[in-house]
C-alpha cells in the first residue's frame, strides 16, 4: 500500500513538474516574442543576428564590441547611397531592432541600410557623451570601410530616434568631445524621428522636457546639457535634414522641434519638419497601433531621399512585404 502511494506521489509531483516546466517555457517564449517583435523604441533585446544582415564590428572598447546591422539593395552597386540608423531609449536602454524594418525597405530602394548599436546606461553604464562618440564613430568606420560597403561616402545619411536622433544630429553639428578628423563623422543628410532638439533653456523657456524626466535626463547626459543640446549648437553650412514630429508629444514638446527648425532655416540650412496631429512619442514605430504612422513617416523618408537624387521613383512601401 505505501509502495502504491510512493508511486502515486512521485506520478503526481513528475506531472506537476512537467507541467510547470512546460508553463516556464511558455512564458519566456512569449516574453521573447513579444521583445523581439516589438520594434518600437522601447525594446531592450540586442539580436545576435538579423536576417539577411551582415553585423560587422565597427567599434571596440575594452571587452565590448559594438556592431552595425548591414542590409545592401539586391542590385549591388559600387557606390550606393547609404544610411545609419541609431535606436532610442533616452541614452539608457533600447535596440538596433528598432530599425530593422526601415533598413530593409531602404535596402529595397537601392541604399545601404544600416541600425548601429552603441554603449548605453543600462547595458554599459555610459553617459550620453558616450553614445555621442560611439555615433561618430560608427559614421567614420563606414567611411573608412566605404568601397567594402559598397557606399557612397558622399551619400552617407544618418538617422534616429528620440536619442538616436540626438546622437545623429550631433555628428552632423559636430557636437561633443571630437578629433582632428571631425569631419569625417558629418552625415550628408539627416533623418530624425522626434529629436530631443532643446536639452538647456532656450528663448527663455525651461519647459524644453517633460518635468518628470527633466532630472534624470539631464544627469545622464555626463557633461553639462547644453554641450550636447543641437539647439545651441545651430551654424550655417549643417546637411540637410528633415524632422518628423507628433503634435501631442508628451516628452519633447513640439515647440522645440519647430524652434529648432526655424533656427537652421534662419541660418541658411535646409530643414524640413512634418508634424503629426495627435501623435505622441515613438509615434513612428512599427508595431505601434495600425502602423499608420510608421508607412506615413517612411513614405516621408523616401520622398525626403528622393528629393536629394539619391533614390529614384515613388515610394514603394505597397509593395514591399513588410
Not at 554599459?124 to 560597403?149: C, E, F, G, P, T
Not at 553639462?224 to 549643417?238: G, I, Q, T, Y
Not at 505622441?280 to 495600425?290: A, L, Q, R, S, V
Request: proline share 5%; charged share 20%.
Amino acid at each position: 500500500m505505501n509502495n502504491r502511494s510512493n508511486v502515486a506521489s512521485c506520478f503526481a509531483l513528475s506531472l506537476l513538474c512537467r507541467r510547470a516546466i512546460v508553463c516556464l517555457a511558455v512564458i519566456v517564449l512569449s516574453w521573447s516574442y513579444g521583445a523581439i517583435s516589438a520594434y518600437g523604441q522601447y525594446s531592450d533585446v540586442w539580436p545576435q543576428q538579423m536576417e539577411g544582415a551582415d553585423k560587422l564590428v565597427y567599434k571596440s572598447i575594452g571587452d565590448v564590441d559594438l556592431h552595425l546591422f548591414v542590409f545592401r539593395p539586391a542590385t549591388k552597386r559600387k557606390a550606393a547611397p547609404g544610411i545609419v540608423f541609431f535606436f532610442g531609449g533616452g541614452w539608457k536602454s533600447g535596440s538596433p531592432i528598432q530599425f530593422e524594418k526601415h533598413c530593409r525597405y531602404l535596402a529595397s530602394r537601392g541604399m545601404v541600410a544600416m541600425t548601429a548599436e552603441y554603449r548605453n546606461e543600462d547595458r554599459h553604464r555610459s553617459k550620453a557623451k558616450d553614445s555621442v562618440q560611439d555615433a561618430k564613430s560608427a559614421m567614420r568606420w563606414i567611411r573608412a570601410n566605404a568601397q567594402k560597403l559598397g557606399v557612397d561616402p558622399k551619400r552617407l545619411a544618418a538617422g534616429g530616434g528620440s536619442a538616436g536622433a540626438h546622437l545623429a544630429a550631433c555628428a552632423a553639428m559636430k557636437i561633443g568631445a571630437t578629433t582632428a578628423d571631425a569631419q569625417s563623422a558629418v552625415p550628408n543628410a539627416l533623418v530624425l524621428f522626434n529629436p530631443p532638439c532643446v536639452l538647456a533653456a532656450a528663448d527663455g523657456r525651461e519647459d524644453f522636457m517633460a518635468a518628470e524626466y527633466k532630472p534624470e535626463i539631464l544627469a545622464r547626459m555626463g557633461v553639462p546639457s547644453r554641450e550636447l543640446s543641437m539647439w545651441h549648437h545651430v551654424k550655417p553650412k549643417c546637411p540637410p535634414l528633415l524632422v518628423m514630429h507628433g503634435e501631442a508629444d508628451h516628452a519633447v514638446p513640439i515647440w522645440t522641434a519647430k524652434s529648432f527648425v526655424d533656427k537652421m532655416k534662419r541660418a541658411g540650412n535646409h530643414a524640413e519638419i512634418v508634424i503629426y496631429p495627435g501623435e505622441d512619442h515613438g509615434f513612428f514605430n512599427f508595431g505601434e497601433k495600425d502602423n499608420a504612422m510608421f508607412f506615413a513617416t517612411l513614405k516621408a523618408t523616401d520622398r525626403f531621399l528622393a528629393k536629394l537624387g539619391w533614390i529614384q521613383g515613388t515610394p514603394t512601401l505597397d509593395k514591399f512585404p513588410f
